[in-house]
């Protein structure tokens, strides 16, 4: 009977370690949005992340590897968000075409996030001006989204399921790349390019992935 008691009590101090330990990384991962777009990626202290986060640099270090896998981190936290919120909102459409429309009001939303946007643009930067790095980066980004968004796709776009996963991979890369100059020059000057147009060159987009005779 001792034994057993022992046995439950250690059950629920793992637990409890473990679900502390979630909080702790998320916490880390909420802290390093904030300083990687206050100070840019680069510049951007693990021991700012921690302090902000009211943790320590053992704490951090016990989650993440360095810079590059906490950014890493925020990288796949969005994109299965991104996921879990298109899903109903895309399978609630009965057509193509409405699903590609609503596509493109969301990737507009996302267009906002003014946070968002700039760790996108600073993460890209810091491997562009560090050439050593940048493949090994640009690998992660494209393996992370092939895990993440290929499945996807074919479920929310099942039109295009006779497509290659490459052939996919490169229509989510194109479309993030001109989300990401929409983005920038929106949020420069809204005036120039607004609300309206935003969706008009985001559909256009979306529209050149898919093949004609798909759409209905």
């Known amino acids: 009977m001792a034994d057993a008691k022992r046995e439950v009590k250690r059950e629920k101090g793992g637990a409890l370690r473990q679900r502390r330990g979630i909080v702790t990384r998320s916490q880390l991962i909420r802290s390093a949005r904030h300083i990687f777009a206050r100070d840019g990626f680069e510049h951007a202290r693990i021991e700012d992340i921690a302090l902000r986060a009211r943790k320590t640099r053992g704490a951090f270090y016990d989650n993440f590897k360095d810079k590059e896998d906490v950014f890493l981190a925020i990288f796949e ?12 909102l895309l399978l609630a459409l009965p057509t193509l075409k409405e699903r590609m ?4 009001q969301y990737l507009v939303r996302l267009s906002k996030d ?8 600073e993460f ?6 560090h050439p050593h790095q940048r493949k090994r980066l640009a690998d992660l980004l494209r393996a992370m989204r092939l895990r993440t968004s290929i499945p996807e796709i074919s479920r929310l776009l099942p039109q295009l399921d006779g497509r290659t996963a490459s052939a996919k991979l490169t229509d989510c890369l194109a479309i993030c790349s001109v989300m990401d100059g929409l983005a920038l020059n929106h949020l420069f000057d809204p005036d120039g390019l607004d609300n309206r147009a935003l969706v008009r060159y985001l559909r256009l987009c979306l529209q050149e992935t898919i093949p004609e005779n798909a759409l209905p």
Do not use: Q, S
């Open 77 to 88: 936290e969005d994109m299965a968000r991104d996921l879990t919120e298109l899903g109903p």
């Open 101 to 104: 429309e609503a596509l493109a």
């Open 114 to 121: 003014l946070e968002r946007m700039l760790l996108n643009v």
């Open 124 to 129: 890209k930067l810091y491997a562009i001006r």
